[in-house]
């Protein structure tokens, strides 16, 4: 395989399909310190044309995807198969052909290649190849003229996004292998005293992406492994630090917005989630660490 040490990476946005932009726009704005980074779009590419709009939410972008009205694409096959939920995570890089070649020499299937006019560029790894998860990379041609992630503004921080994998070992092989620049910044252990699932942080183009799985002593019989049995593997949560934790949990539930889990995690810190249900698909695990 070629060498991609000089290839530059960073993360861009973590990308939500949904039946409507406008509903969970709403809902995200409602309950979260958002801020719109562009407006509602459409796009075309080779898997068809879709509806898009992002916003910055604690120092990361989100992305907000639907097929247009009346013609089912690619978004509509998504959530007829899987629901309203994560559908990629989306990279930006300065050297795509580099980074394709290397993931093809090592039998990485990559899908939906596609050039543009400007100088830009995409391609995608399969969820087959990468432990569930569809991964975007972006060419930017212009590296330096374009801003880095956005500053946290106090008041939320994306901490990660979650994925359920049967082996963080082989996932921590494959993004250390293929991602230039990624670094272990938490090895593989045990949650807490219980051993209800194992876990694992890498940082990957400046964004933290979590690993869990099943305990070794146990293994399927638990929150991982039932996810996998019923999904596969794949994006399982984002986490997010709220400056206001108690208000915001309050709002939801005073909106008839399902909370659940309400504890003190393995490191002592106060949290809850969004039950996907509520969250077009999104479990949302709200950490109270920005005091």
Same mark, same amino acid.
């Given at each position: 395989?070629?060498?991609?040490?000089?290839?530059?990476?960073?993360?861009?946005?973590? #990308?939500?399909?949904?039946?409507?932009?406008?509903?969970?726009?709403?809902?995200?704005?409602?309950?979260?310190?958002?801020?719109?980074?562009?407006?509602?779009?459409?796009?075309?590419?080779?898997?068809?044309?879709?509806?898009?709009?992002?916003?910055?939410?604690?120092?990361?972008?989100?992305?907000?995807?639907?097929?247009?009205? +009346?013609?089912?694409?690619?978004?509509?096959?998504?959530?007829?198969?899987? +629901?309203?939920?994560?559908?990629?995570? #989306?990279?930006?890089?300065?050297?795509?052909?580099?980074?394709?070649?290397?993931?093809?020499?090592?039998?990485?299937?990559?899908?939906?290649?596609?050039?543009?006019?400007?100088?830009?560029?995409?391609?995608?790894?399969?969820?087959?190849?990468?432990?569930?998860?569809?991964?975007?990379?972006?060419?930017?041609?212009?590296?330096?003229?374009?801003?880095?992630?956005?500053?946290?503004?106090?008041?939320?921080?994306?901490?990660?996004?979650?994925?359920?994998?049967?082996?963080?070992?082989?996932?921590?092989?494959?993004?250390?292998?293929?991602?230039?620049?990624?670094?272990?910044?938490?090895?593989?252990?045990?949650?807490?005293?219980?051993?209800?699932?194992?876990?694992?942080?890498?940082?990957?183009?400046?964004?933290?992406?979590?690993?869990?799985?099943?305990?070794?002593?146990?293994?399927?019989?638990?929150?991982?492994?039932?996810?996998?049995?019923?999904? +596969?593997?794949?994006?399982?949560?984002?986490?997010?630090?709220?400056?206001?934790?108690?208000?915001? $949990?309050?709002?939801?539930?005073?909106?008839?917005?399902?909370?659940?889990?309400?504890? $003190?995690?393995? $490191?002592?810190?106060?949290?809850?989630?969004?039950?996907?249900?509520?969250?077009?698909?999104?479990?949302?695990?709200?950490?109270?660490?920005?005091?």
């Amino acid at each position: 395989m070629a060498a991609t040490d000089d290839v530059r990476l960073r993360f861009d946005h973590v #990308s939500i399909a949904v039946k409507s932009i406008d509903r969970a726009y709403e809902f995200f704005s409602k309950y979260f310190p958002i801020k719109l980074r562009g407006a509602k779009s459409l796009d075309e590419q080779v898997s068809g044309s879709f509806y898009w709009q992002d916003f910055h939410l604690g120092g990361f972008v989100v992305e907000l995807i639907e097929d247009p009205p +009346g013609k089912p694409g690619f978004v509509s096959k998504f959530i007829e198969r899987h +629901g309203e939920g994560m559908h990629h995570l #989306s990279i930006e890089t300065d050297g795509l052909d580099q980074l394709v070649a290397n993931l093809k020499a090592g039998g990485v299937r990559v899908v939906d290649e596609q050039k543009y006019d400007s100088g830009s560029a995409t391609a995608f790894i399969s969820p087959r190849s990468a432990f569930g998860a569809l991964i975007q990379f972006w060419h930017t041609p212009n590296w330096e003229e374009k801003h880095p992630k956005p500053a946290p503004d106090g008041l939320a921080y994306f901490d990660h996004v979650s994925l359920a994998v049967k082996d963080i070992a082989a996932a921590y092989k494959f993004f250390t292998s293929y991602f230039p620049g990624t670094k272990i910044s938490h090895e593989i252990h045990t949650s807490n005293s219980e051993g209800n699932f194992d876990l694992g942080h890498l940082e990957v183009a400046g964004f933290k992406l979590e690993f869990i799985q099943s305990p070794a002593h146990k293994p399927d019989n638990d929150f991982v492994g039932k996810f996998i049995a019923r999904y +596969g593997e794949g994006m399982h949560h984002v986490s997010i630090d709220l400056k206001d934790f108690d208000a915001t $949990r309050e709002r939801l539930k005073r909106d008839g917005i399902r909370v659940v889990d309400e504890k $003190r995690n393995w $490191r002592g810190e106060r949290q809850y989630f969004i039950s996907p249900q509520s969250a077009f698909g999104v479990l949302i695990q709200i950490w109270d660490g920005l005091q």
